[in-house]
């Protein structure tokens, strides 16, 4: 059964920085797209980066391209989202999915996932 899970998420100031893990199990095919997206409360839950399977796939959401980095580690079963600068705007819980597929680049879209994990929580104080 496939399982993501979250790690990382705490209480900040406004300008740290914080780097999320999401640990990937299970997993059925080895071609898939990883997405992580945030949530408010009150918002729809937005697409923040997406990283594929193949190298120098990986793609930012253009409201935090500037502060977000996405990668992977060597086997693809943990995910990285490092956030710098960080704003109060950029509280939210995250989450970490996953899309099986031979696909030309991470979807955007919540609905394109199959499996999400349980969240973690980030929140940015001014």
């Known amino acids: 059964q496939v399982k993501l899970v979250e790690s990382g998420g705490g209480l900040l100031q406004a300008g740290d920085a914080l780097r999320l893990s999401c640990s990937v199990s299970g997993r059925i095919f080895s071609r898939y797209a990883i997405g992580w997206f945030r949530q408010a409360p009150g918002k729809e839950r937005e697409f923040v980066a997406g990283?594929?399977?193949?190298?120098?796939?990986?793609s930012i959401a253009d409201s935090v391209k500037d502060r977000f980095t996405i990668s992977k580690d060597n086997t693809g079963n943990t995910v990285y989202l490092q956030m710098y600068f960080l704003k109060p705007e950029d509280t939210a819980v995250y989450y970490c999915s996953t899309k099986y597929g031979n696909l030309a680049s991470a979807p955007r879209a919540p609905r394109d996932y199959d499996y999400w994990g349980q969240g973690t929580q980030v929140t940015v104080s001014s």
């Open positions: 990283i594929l399977d193949s190298p120098g796939s990986a």
